[in-house]
């Protein structure tokens, strides 16, 4: 096995028996509770032409805005445990590349955030079956979608993990580094987008500059997005924005690599 | 000096130097001149009511919840440092060779981050009233202005100090990361959840909500602190149960946090 897998082993067995891994879950369904709960009692489901589309809608929101969060802390605790307990001192007296460290806890966070994606769509499916009527053509059409959402879900975790990541390697106080990681999620999906700051941009600028300010948050390129029901859609009316999603996290791994190599860690 | 008001006043000067505070203080005054930015361009279009009426409800009223949600982040972000952080980095070990009662370091904790809070929100407030007043000019009384910022701001501090101690709280019980997340969960279920799917799914119960209070004691519809039309007296009578409410809040948390953390072995 290389020595990337074997540290992707390591961090991953590290996250799956970590007690972190109960809280996110308990999270998440908490979230899925509160939502279908609300769908199903005020018969929002009902009312609405297309109720997968609605659903879809709800699903994708949980997974990329409450998710993003969950990417915030699954990036500073991979590396904050190992900072502060001098394991990743240990770690780097191996005979591995430090890049390969890296690469590993980004297979194992992938891996990781491939099964928080498994159990919410699971939930989902669970619930379409029990909660919405004629569910079998219903629950095609939600399956039909679900490569779209794991693009998009994925784009989003990667770079607040890789962002919360960054964080903790460049700044040595751990506190600040955890303030910085929410503050990105805080600007990006709810300081950019909200028509106050947005708004206000685009009254004294311009048009132009407020869409542009706008245009750089998550939630923005997710609206955009969210009429969309297939990959192929997206991908041919909304390129551009999922472009952009890709870029913010290429930009982000490359940082975080440059980071880690150059970085004096201990 | 009562090691108390020792504690405090260290933790007031630590919190002084935390670059956390440099951070939001940037992100407050970025926030503050691109608001007074775009209002200098909407305030005066405004049509409906008088001067003060505009100036309260539409300069006051946008950045009321945006502000309220940052301070509950900010609360979020200082408390985890205070307790969660000291925890992880053994720092309390230190502090409780000294001659200290457990409870005299976490009350003067609590205490110095207290009255930083309050400076904070003071200075915050008096930066973003300057800010309006500059572009679209003061209200007519100042008495006014002062009576009803100073009570919105007062009324916003008890939520914040509810975070904190919640935060606290968590710290004590919890290891770092899972009371980051629990706080997280707290803090994005209560003010960035913007279906607000907590208090929907509570009914009656949502009261018990530090957030429903404080928006019930703030700026209920009806009862709004904002309103220069309803008498001052007259909003103060009707939001006293929910500001009282808040305040047991404050009291309770801080009670348990004193109990909890005189028996822990940290």
């Known amino acids: 096995m ?23 879950l308990a999270w998440y369904v908490i979230v899925f509770v509160l939502l279908f709960y609300e769908l ?39 590396m904050s445990s190992e900072i502060s307990g001098k394991a990743l001192n240990t770690l780097l007296a191996k005979p591995l590349y430090r890049d390969t460290i890296i690469r590993g806890k980004m297979i194992a966070a ?26 079998l053509v219903k629950l095609n059409a939600f399956l039909s979608v679900l490569p779209l959402a794991f693009m998009l879900y994925l784009l989003c975790m990667i770079f607040y993990y890789v962002v919360s990541m960054l964080a903790l390697i460049v700044i040595r106080e751990q506190s600040l580094a955890l303030f910085m990681g929410f503050l990105f999620w805080i600007l990006l999906f709810y300081f950019i987008p909200n028509e106050i700051f947005t708004g206000s941009i685009d009254y004294f600028f311009g048009e132009r500059i407020g869409r542009f300010v706008g245009g750089m948050s998550h ?31 290429f930009i982000g791994i490359i940082l975080v690599h440059i980071a880690f190599l150059r970085r004096d860690v201990s | 000096m009562m090691p108390i008001f020792m504690v405090a006043k260290n933790e007031f000067s630590m919190l002084l130097r935390n670059p956390i505070v440099t951070i939001f203080g940037v992100l407050m005054m970025v926030f503050a001149s691109v608001y007074a930015m775009g209002g ?12 003060d009426f505009v100036f309260f409800y539409v300069g006051i009223g946008n950045f009321y919840w945006m502000l309220s949600m940052f301070f509950a982040f900010f609360s979020m972000c200082i408390g985890i440092s205070s307790i969660a952080d000291e925890r992880s980095n053994h720092t309390f070990s230190v502090l409780f060779t000294k001659p200290l009662y457990r409870r005299d370091v976490l009350a003067g904790k609590f205490l110095g981050i207290g009255i930083f809070m309050l400076f904070a929100l003071v200075l915050v407030f008096s ?40 935060v606290m709280l968590l710290g004590i019980i919890f290891n770092k990361a899972e ?20 208090p929907q799914s509570l009914g009656d119960l949502q009261i018990i909500s530090p957030m429903i209070l404080f928006v019930f004691a703030s700026c209920r519809p009806g009862n709004d602190l904002l309103m220069t039309t309803l008498p001052y007296d007259i909003w103060l009578a009707n939001a006293l149960p929910f500001i009282v409410l808040l305040l047991a809040e404050v009291v309770i948390v801080t009670l348990i946090n004193c109990m909890l953390f005189t028996r822990e072995a940290v």
């Open chain 1, 2 to 24: 290389s020595n990337t897998l074997m540290v992707a082993k390591k961090e991953f067995l590290d996250l799956l028996n970590s007690r972190l891994i109960v809280l996110i």
């Open chain 1, 219 to 249: 939630l923005t390129m997710l609206n955009q997005m969210f009429g969309y029901m297939d990959i192929q859609g997206v991908l041919v009316e909304k390129g551009f924005e999922v472009m952009k999603m890709a870029l913010y996290c």
């Open chain 1, 110 to 135: 992938v891996g990781f955030i491939a099964i928080i994606f498994f159990v919410i769509s699971l939930l989902y499916v669970l619930g379409i079956l029990l909660f919405i009527g004629s569910p």
């Open chain 1, 40 to 78: 199903v009692s005020t018969d929002q489901l009902m009312n609405v032409d297309n109720p997968v589309k609605e659903l879809f809608i709800r699903y994708l929101y949980t997974l990329c805005y409450y998710g993003s969060l969950v990417a915030v802390v699954l990036g500073f605790s991979s």
């Open chain 2, 127 to 166: 930066l973003l009233t300057s800010f309006i007043i500059i572009v679209f000019g003061g209200p007519s009384s100042l008495a006014e202005l002062v009576l009803r910022m100073g009570t919105f701001a007062f009324v916003l501090y008890l939520s914040c100090i509810f975070t904190l101690g919640l």
């Open chain 2, 179 to 198: 009371a980051l997340v629990i706080s997280l969960a707290y803090i994005s279920f209560e003010w960035l959840t913007p279906t607000g799917l907590i």
């Open chain 2, 40 to 51: 200098s361009v909407t305030f005066p279009r405004f049509q409906i009511g008088d001067h």
